[in-house]
Nanobody
Framework: EVQLVESGGSLVQAGGSLRLSCAASGFTFDDYAIGWFRQAPGKEREGVSCINNRDLRTYYRDFVKGRFTILSDNAKNTTYLQMNSLKPEDTAVYYC?????????????????WGQGTQVTVSP
């Protein structure tokens, strides 16, 4: 059974840091990309970052570049999202998802497996 379990969400003050974890099981970790997404109240879900677990290339949306870092520990089947310099607008439920790697897309074509999410709240 495929499982993605997020953890690490919390309440933090603006300017603070959090590290989210995404523990994966039930599939070959190295053959997948892991993406982090978020959804704020009343807004659509948006992609934040992704990592190719085969070659460890990473991608970031502009609004987190320089503040967030994604990394995978393939030995632990876990992907992390280190979030620094947090802003109130980063408040959201954060989800991780897995996409099977293809030959052409760095982070796969479709995120097929999703976790349940972890709440991040950044106070002013």
């Amino acid at each position: 059974e495929v499982q993605l379990v997020e953890s690490g969400g919390s309440l933090v003050q603006a300017g603070g840091s959090l590290r989210l974890s995404c523990a994966a099981s039930g599939f070959t970790f190295d053959d997948y990309a892991i993406g982090w997404f978020r959804q704020a109240p009343g807004k659509e879900r948006e992609g934040v970052s992704c990592i190719n677990n085969r070659d460890l290339r990473t991608y970031y949306r502009d609004f987190v570049k320089g503040r967030f870092t994604i990394l995978s520990d393939n030995a632990k089947n876990t992907t992390y999202l280190q979030m620094n310099s947090l802003k109130p607008e980063d408040t959201a439920v954060y989800y991780c998802a897995a996409a099977k790697l293809t030959r052409t897309e760095m982070c796969g074509r479709e995120f097929s497996f999703w976790g349940q999410g972890t709440q991040v709240t950044v106070s002013p």
